[in-house]
């Protein structure tokens, strides 16, 4: 009943950009917090950023703080990733994720999504 569907991903250079959508549908207080993650080959999933109800507030890894915008559109149901000059160490599958509650951890989130595939090339 609670379904998360990523799309935007693409194959882009580096320096290019991409807008990840997260639409979200179900119960509306299990979307109270949103996170986007992604997995790289060989490498354990990892924390992008995430937004709370609101987007009051607003969560960014270190890797990605200053490139990346997490925002939200409550009215639409759908969470957006705009990602800003791409490097190729951002290549990875990026899965959206989402609980009754925001979290950075991806142990916390109850629901996922099928994930969304990014290559950025050199």
């Known amino acids: 009943q609670v379904q998360l569907v990523e799309s935007g991903g693409g194959s882009v250079q580096a320096g290019g950009s991409l807008r990840l959508s997260c639409a979200a549908s179900?119960?509306?207080?299990?979307?109270?917090?949103m996170g986007w993650f992604r997995q790289a080959p060989g490498k354990e999933r990892e924390f992008v950023s995430a937004?709370?109800?609101?987007?009051?507030?607003?969560y960014y890894a270190k890797s990605v703080k200053g490139r990346f915008t997490i925002s939200r559109d409550n009215a639409k149901n759908t969470v957006y990733l705009q990602m800003n000059s791409l490097k190729p160490e951002d290549t990875a599958v990026y899965y959206c994720?989402?609980?009754?509650?925001?979290?950075?951890?991806?142990?916390?989130?109850?629901?996922w999504g099928q994930g969304t595939q990014v290559t950025v090339s050199s």
């Open positions: 994720a989402s609980d009754e509650r925001v979290h950075t951890s991806s142990a916390e989130y109850r629901y």
């Open positions: 937004i709370t109800w609101s987007g009051a507030i607003t």
């Open positions: 179900g119960r509306t207080f299990s979307f109270g917090g």
